[in-house]
């Protein structure tokens, strides 16, 4: 049973699913909008709101768990 389990699949194994949110965070943050279902949506928001919390702290530690989520420098400078 999945009582109180967190996060979503959306049908792919982990390798893929991560690769996935990486990408749609990166469209969302450097283009401002993306389209997609509403389901990976949802979970697209939980991974950028936790990106957006290590910008806003914006030390070292934090920049560098940011780029280990995206590593993509340009999204990083704009968060």
């Known amino acids: ?6 996060g979503r699949k ?3 194994p982990k390798d893929l699913r991560l690769a996935l949110l990486r990408s749609l965070a990166s469209e969302l943050i450097l283009r401002e909008h993306i389209v997609t279902t509403e389901a990976k949506a949802k979970e697209a928001r939980t991974f950028v709101e936790r990106l957006i919390t290590y910008g806003k702290k914006g030390s070292l530690h934090h920049r560098r ?3 280990s989520r995206v590593p ?8």
Not at 1 to 6: F, G, K, L, S, Y
Not at 72 to 79: A, D, L, P, R
């Open 10 to 12: 959306l049908g792919r």
């Open 72 to 79: 993509n420098k340009k999204v990083i400078e704009k968060v």
């Open 1 to 6: 049973m999945r009582h109180r389990v967190a």
């Open 65 to 67: 768990l940011a780029l």
